[in-house]
């Protein structure tokens, strides 16, 4: 089949390009702008917003996986952060799934996150049933987008919405590096004291769901969206020791209380990626297993393994 991909250069879209050559797929990947000499399946479509002329880069093709989005920025620079967000994640997402429609397509994979449930799970764990409570303007808009593609979907087009929690894998960056970083360098990490439970999706286990969704010969009625994770919860102290494992380090885990380290955040301005650590978000995707009938290829353990050689990797090329 052919699949167009948006977002094609970013972590995940890498990832799902090269798995879809190595499943012998035809694709299009939707990009900002192509080199002067490029891959003649690389198609611009510049900004993504409501007036984004998709008709080129949706010629021929029958599903559509969205990855593109006005992700986290930690430093604003926008006069109006909600209207941007709003204007490419959400105004973004209809207009390109009415004009999937409108060329024939047949099924909409959407990327949303977590996120739309709320930062946490308190005691219990996150389904696509549990309530829509989105916590930041990131959250808001991929909820509004996932909204924009139902509307334009309107029974014409399947539609698929995919809820990930953090992502991690080859490539990652961010709050995960950081913590790779710190382990690998021997820093003592505050969190021995902290006893969460946190749900993690490899890339390579998310482009699998993907696939899966793009490959699957019909989707189940009356569901539309699903959650993922690798199926195995761990705490921030347990990651930190399991990444210590992984890199040949002893890990070191200082006991400090919750209430501390959120204080230390707020002095610092870091208080939302501290209660992002110390807080929990687990997720229940049995409907994910049961309903796709799917299931993780990778396990936590092995996935982590496998960041970790990506990331030795990258430290002996630096050399």
């Given at each position: 089949?052919?699949?167009?991909?948006?977002?094609?250069?970013g972590?995940?879209?890498?990832?799902?390009?090269?798995?879809?050559?190595?499943?012998?797929?035809e694709?299009?990947?939707?990009?900002?702008?192509?080199p002067a000499?490029?891959?003649?399946?690389?198609?611009?479509?510049?900004e993504?917003?409501?007036?984004?002329?998709?008709?080129a880069?949706l010629?021929?093709?029958?599903?559509?996986?969205?990855?593109?989005a006005?992700?986290?920025?930690?430093r604003?620079?926008?006069?109006?952060?909600?209207?941007?967000?709003?204007?490419?994640?959400a105004?973004?997402?209809?207009?390109?799934?009415?004009?999937?429609?409108?060329?024939g397509v047949?099924?909409?994979?959407?990327?949303?996150t977590?996120?739309?449930?709320?930062n946490?799970?308190?005691?219990?764990?996150?389904?696509?049933s549990?309530?829509?409570?989105p916590?930041?303007?990131?959250?808001?808009?991929?909820?509004?987008?996932?909204s924009?593609?139902?509307q334009?979907?309107?029974?014409?087009l399947?539609?698929?919405?995919?809820?990930?929690?953090?992502v991690?894998?080859?490539?990652?960056?961010?709050n995960?590096l950081?913590?790779?970083?710190?382990?690998?360098?021997g820093?003592?990490?505050?969190?021995?004291?902290?006893?969460?439970?946190?749900?993690l999706?490899?890339?390579?286990?998310l482009v699998?769901?993907?696939?899966?969704?793009?490959?699957?010969?019909?989707?189940?009625?009356?569901?539309?969206?699903?959650?993922v994770?690798?199926?195995?919860d761990?705490?921030?102290?347990?990651?930190?020791?399991?990444?210590?494992?992984?890199?040949?380090?002893?890990?070191?885990?200082?006991?400090?209380?919750?209430?501390?380290?959120?204080a230390?955040?707020?002095l610092?301005?870091?208080?939302?990626?501290?209660?992002?650590?110390?807080?929990?978000?687990?997720?229940?995707?049995?409907?994910?297993?049961?309903?796709?009938?799917?299931?993780p290829?990778?396990?936590?353990t092995?996935?982590?393994?496998?960041?970790?050689r990506?990331?030795?990797?990258g430290?002996?090329?630096a050399?």
């Amino acid at each position: 089949m052919r699949i167009l991909v948006t977002g094609a250069d970013g972590f995940i879209g890498g990832h799902l390009i090269e798995t879809l050559e190595a499943r012998g797929h035809e694709y299009r990947a939707a990009v900002r702008s192509v080199p002067a000499v490029g891959d003649a399946r690389r198609v611009a479509v510049g900004e993504i917003g409501p007036r984004t002329e998709w008709q080129a880069a949706l010629e021929g093709s029958e599903v559509v996986v969205h990855l593109a989005a006005r992700a986290h920025i930690l430093r604003e620079s926008a006069s109006d952060p909600h209207g941007e967000y709003m204007r490419v994640n959400a105004e973004g997402t209809g207009s390109l799934a009415r004009a999937a429609s409108r060329a024939g397509v047949r099924r909409f994979i959407y990327m949303s996150t977590i996120g739309v449930h709320g930062n946490t799970s308190g005691a219990g764990a996150i389904s696509a049933s549990s309530p829509l409570q989105p916590h930041n303007l990131y959250a808001q808009s991929k909820l509004a987008g996932e909204s924009a593609a139902a509307q334009a979907a309107d029974g014409m087009l399947a539609l698929a919405i995919v809820r990930p929690p953090l992502v991690y894998g080859s490539g990652v960056r961010a709050n995960f590096l950081r913590i790779l970083q710190w382990v690998d360098r021997g820093w003592p990490a505050p969190f021995g004291a902290i006893h969460n439970r946190r749900s993690l999706v490899s890339v390579w286990n998310l482009v699998d769901l993907l696939l899966w969704l793009c490959e699957r010969h019909e989707l189940p009625q009356g569901q539309q969206a699903w959650v993922v994770s690798d199926g195995e919860d761990v705490s921030t102290a347990d990651l930190v020791r399991r990444l210590a494992q992984a890199l040949g380090r002893a890990p070191r885990l200082l006991r400090v209380p919750a209430a501390v380290l959120e204080a230390l955040g707020t002095l610092s301005g870091r208080r939302a990626e501290l209660q992002a650590l110390c807080s929990s978000l687990a997720i229940d995707m049995s409907a994910t297993r049961t309903q796709l009938s799917w299931s993780p290829p990778l396990t936590l353990t092995a996935g982590l393994e496998r960041t970790v050689r990506w990331y030795q990797a990258g430290k002996a090329h630096a050399r």
